[in-house]
């Protein structure tokens, strides 16, 4: 859906002058993004969550499941506390009603820097030190999924900002479809939510609720490393061909990584060819397990 992009005069009136020097800077999703002061402190990534109305064509239940979504993602990133995932700002979420429809309002920081995707081609290869801080730093986004009890859904490259800062080189962003593994959900339909060629094969399983854990994170997570390793994305088919993406998904099996980048460490390749096997039981059970074998890495 492309969703209409409120003016920016109107929308710093709507914040009632908490934000100043507003500026867009993208949109994806749902969302439209801005760059603005708050307070007249540092400046923030100011998030605007489009919640369209039943005349733009969706269902009541869809537009409910938008709007709690939206608050629910809010409410997870104000529970974390890894540095590897993007932190709220100083503009509390609030509902905002201007010309171009009705918003979802909220910060978070700005970070500078730009999205792992912009690193990746056949022709760049990256060393196997950064490969491996890319891997590590998605396993503590991981861990920290599993202590606040959710599984984030959509790790991928674009989602993966490489800031440029040395304590905080890599942060997650978007949590927007992250489940909760306990308690009420709003995912609807067959299928989950989510990019299709970075998801677990599980995940297209009519029983995927039942069966999701933490794996499909690493799943995602071992794809984009491969990804950024490679240059291939293994699965993607002709754009807009779903089901021959998820034939690909279900039973095609990547090359080893090895075969691809024989100078990377034997055992690193092991491991992120072990991450994206077709069943969970084949992946790792624990990520103490998946620590153990990486600390075993030399880069």
Known sequence: MNIPIPDVAELTSALGGEVTSLQFVTRGGFKAVFKGFIHENMSEAVK??????????????????????????????????????????????????VTAGTYIVYSEEFLPGS???????????????RLLA????????????????YVHRDIKPSNIFETG????????????????????????????????????????????????DFRCDLYSAALSVYELATGIQPFASQPGNEYATMYRILHDH?????????????NFCRIIDRCIRKKPPLRYATLKLLNDDLREVKS
Do not use: H, W
């Not at 995932?85 to 100083?90: A, F, H, M, P, S």
């Not at 999205?115 to 030190?129: C, F, G, R």
């Not at 890319?134 to 202590?147: K, S």
């Not at 075969?259 to 460490?265: A, H, M, Q, V």
């Open 254 to 266: 990547p090359r080893r990584l090895k075969e691809l980048r024989n100078d990377l460490p034997e």
């Open 134 to 149: 890319v891997f590590r730093f998605l396993i503590e986004v991981i861990d920290e999924m599993i202590r606040i009890g």
């Open 48 to 97: 605007a969550i489009y919640i369209p109305n039943i005349e733009d064509g969706i269902s009541e239940e869809l537009r409910n499941e938008l709007i709690a979504r939206a608050k629910r993602e809010i409410e997870l990133l104000g529970s974390c506390t890894s540095p590897s995932i993007v932190k709220l700002g100083n503009l509390t979420n609030r509902v905002v009603n």
């Open 115 to 129: 999205e792992l995707t912009a690193s990746i081609s056949k022709e760049n290869k990256p060393n196997p030190q």
């Open 165 to 212: 800062l040395s304590d905080r080189p890599f942060v997650i962003l978007d949590m927007g479809i992250a489940y909760k593994m306990r308690g009420t959900n709003f995912t609807q339909g067959p299928l989950p939510p989510g990019t299709l060629v970075y998801m677990a094969p599980e995940l297209l399983q009519p029983d995927y609720k039942d069966i999701m």
